[in-house]
T-cell receptor, first 111, second 115 residues
Framework: SQQGEEDPQALSIQEGENATMNCSYK?????LQWYRQNSGRGLVHLIL?????REKHSGRLRVTLDTSKKSSSLLITASRAADTASYFC???????????FGAGTRLFVKA | SAVISQKPSRDICQRGTSLTIQCQVD?????MFWYRQQPGQSLTLIAT?????????ESGFVIDKFPISRPNLTFSTLTVSNMSPEDSSIYLC????????????FGEGSRLTVL
């Protein structure tokens, strides 16, 4: 079953703009991860944020986590056409070993 | 990191037949998982492939329909049995890294079309 809900479902922006995607989840987690999937390809891990962290950066990516609201956001700054992909949040449930994926956001960056 | 090879990458199958998907990891990993992804949709966990023992299936998935093998720490197979058009999907193998991040590595997926 899916743990996370993401919004927006789809996002279209111009190159250079920032893209923000949000994820909400239902149960307690150990950590939350974001993945990218290019069309027809497997998923690539982007960043992980632990339940005791509030913000994390990696290059043009910034992830926030609010455990009180059970939500996370992924910000991609200065987007590029190559960022066009689907982005999924994924949660590792407390006490478990499996990773559950959210519904995903389709990002389209226009050159 | 881990590199995961899956085959076949795609196949067209007839209703009622079975197909086995192979997943090879280039290093030993503890956890391996199989996911299903309908086109344009998210990933749904089918099962955790346990080395040397029966796989752990998620709700809605059963061993008779999706038998899984994991004979060692680098290899697993998923069989989709008695296929119907509803089984048309992308099947993804993943492995959990041994580093502190716990990230998952994915194969490129196997796209099955059942006629």
């Amino acid at each position: 079953s899916q743990q996370g809900e993401e919004d927006p479902q789809a996002l279209s922006i111009q190159e250079g703009e920032n893209a923000t995607m949000n994820c909400s989840y239902k149960t307690s987690i150990n950590n939350l991860q974001w993945y990218r999937q290019n069309s027809g390809r497997g998923l690539v891990h982007l960043i992980l944020i632990r339940s005791n962290e509030r913000e994390k950066h990696s290059g043009r990516l910034r992830v926030t986590l609010d455990t009180s609201k059970k939500s996370s956001s992924l910000l991609i700054t200065a987007s590029r056409a190559a960022d066009t992909a689907s982005y999924f949040c994924a949660t590792d449930l407390s006490g478990g070993f499996k990773t559950i994926f959210g519904a995903g956001t389709r990002l389209f960056v226009k050159a | 990191s881990a590199v995961i090879s899956q085959k076949p990458s795609r196949d067209i199958c007839q209703r009622g037949t079975s197909l086995t998907i192979q997943c090879q990891v280039d290093s030993q990993v503890t956890m391996m998982f199989w996911y299903r992804q309908q086109p344009g949709q998210s990933l749904t966990l089918i099962a955790t492939a346990n080395q040397g023992s029966e796989a752990t299936y998620e709700s809605g998935f059963v061993i008779d329909k999706f038998p899984i093998s994991r004979p060692n720490l680098t290899f697993s197979t998923l069989t989709v049995s008695n296929m119907s058009p509803e089984d048309s999907s992308i099947y993804l193998c993943s492995a959990q890294g041994t580093g502190p991040t716990g990230e998952l590595f994915f194969g490129e997926g196997s796209r099955l079309t059942v006629l």
